[in-house]
């Protein structure tokens, strides 16, 4: 079993920062993928990011590439999602996600966090 707890969200202006911390725990994470999701009123989920545990080898979306940076802390089991020159529409519930056998399906989702982007 994997437990997934997400913090760090909360309330910025346009153009600000904002670091998501995903805790990880309930075994070791060195052959998963970890992924960033967020979703939006109205709007379906999108996956804002990736990293396999093992390499560090990232994938970004589109939408945030530039300006969001996944990386993680072996040692501790956490994942962070640091994200700067934030949009209004960067507003959204954001997940994180473990897929612990690389299939491209997540099997465990944490509770979510709220980011609101301010104009």
């Known amino acids: 079993q994997v437990q997934l707890v997400e913090s760090g969200g909360g309330l910025v202006q346009a153009g600000g920062s904002l670091r998501l911390s995903c805790a990880a725990s309930g075994r070791t994470f060195s052959t998963y993928i970890m992924g960033w999701f967020r979703q939006a009123p109205g709007k379906e989920r999108e996956i804002v990011g990736r990293?396999?545990?093992?390499?560090?080898?990232?994938y970004y979306g589109d939408s945030v590439k530039g300006r969001f940076t996944i990386s993680r802390d072996d040692a501790n089991n956490r994942m962070y999602l640091q994200m700067s020159s934030l949009k209004p529409e960067d507003t959204a519930i954001y997940y994180c996600?473990?897929?612990?056998?690389?299939?491209?399906?997540?099997?465990?989702w944490g509770q979510g966090t709220q980011v609101t982007v301010s104009s």
């Open positions: 990293i396999v545990w093992s390499t560090g080898v990232t």
């Open positions: 996600a473990a897929d612990t056998f690389r299939s491209g399906t997540y099997e465990y």
